[in-house]
């Protein structure tokens, strides 16, 4: 799953990744079911910041993707354009890379 929030020109892109105000879930997202890594990733030139996220099946993802939590983040007031889309996992090549380290199994 891939998030993008474009964020307006007026804000501050040096404190972004550690504002609670604009990224209102960045200490909730740690403890979500299924969450394996959340990666965030900034392109300060366009005032674009990504999440990249991997979930242990797409049951969790789905689950993710019916939450409170989900639905507040597109609904911020402080963010515009919010997109989300989900992809597969390619998992013979991410293997090959080491993408993955070990597949987590649910308890």
Request: proline share 7%.
């Amino acid at each position: 799953m891939s998030v993008a929030i474009p964020i307006p020109p007026a804000s501050s892109t040096a404190s972004l990744p550690s504002s609670q105000e604009t990224v209102p879930h960045a200490d909730w997202s740690g403890a979500l079911p299924g969450l394996i890594s959340k990666v965030w990733l900034a392109d300060a030139t366009s005032n674009t910041f990504r999440s990249v996220y991997t979930w242990q099946d797409r049951a969790a993802y789905e689950a993710y993707m019916r939450s409170e939590l989900f639905k507040a983040v597109g609904s911020h007031p402080n963010l515009s354009n919010v997109t989300s889309r989900g992809f597969e996992v390619m998992e013979e090549l991410t293997r090959q890379t080491r993408g993955l380290a070990a597949r987590t199994v649910a308890a």
